[in-house]
Nanobody, 123 residues
Framework: QVQLVESGGGLVQPGGSLRLSCAAS????????MGWFRQVRGTEREFVAA????????IYADSVKGRFTVSRDNARKTVYLQMNLLKPEDTAVYHC????????????????WGQGTQVTVSS
């Protein structure tokens, strides 16, 4: 079975940085585009960033452009989300997801999901 496990979340002050990791198992990792989504309790899941299977193409939500960077290491079967200049509105549970159909920004294109890691941005 496909499993995705996020790590790296925590509490950070506004303007600070965090790097999230998503480790994959049970998949041919380099055949999947990978995405990051976030969700605040009581709201719908929001697209954050995604990266193609080759790592050569990335897409971002307007709200995080210039602050977040998504990357992947296919040899380690891991995708990363580097988050800089964090804002309180970035507070959410962050989930990674795998898409067998290519890079996308809609949740229905992603077949496999991790359990999430909490990011809290607060003074």
């Amino acid at each position: 079975q496909v499993q995705l496990v996020e790590s790296g979340g925590g509490l950070v002050q506004p303007g600070g940085s965090l790097r999230l990791s998503c480790a994959a198992s049970g998949v041919t990792f380099n055949r999947y585009a990978m995405g990051w989504f976030r969700q605040v309790r009581g709201t719908e899941r929001e697209f954050v960033a995604a990266i193609a299977w080759s790592g050569g193409t990335t897409i971002y939500a307007d709200s995080v452009k210039g602050r977040f960077t998504v990357s992947r290491d296919n040899a380690r079967k891991t995708v990363y989300l580097q988050m800089n200049l964090l804002k309180p509105e970035d507070t959410a549970v962050y989930h990674c997801a795998a898409s067998p159909s290519g890079i996308a920004r809609t949740p229905n294109e992603f077949s496999y999901w991790g359990q999430g890691t909490q990011v809290t941005v607060s003074s």
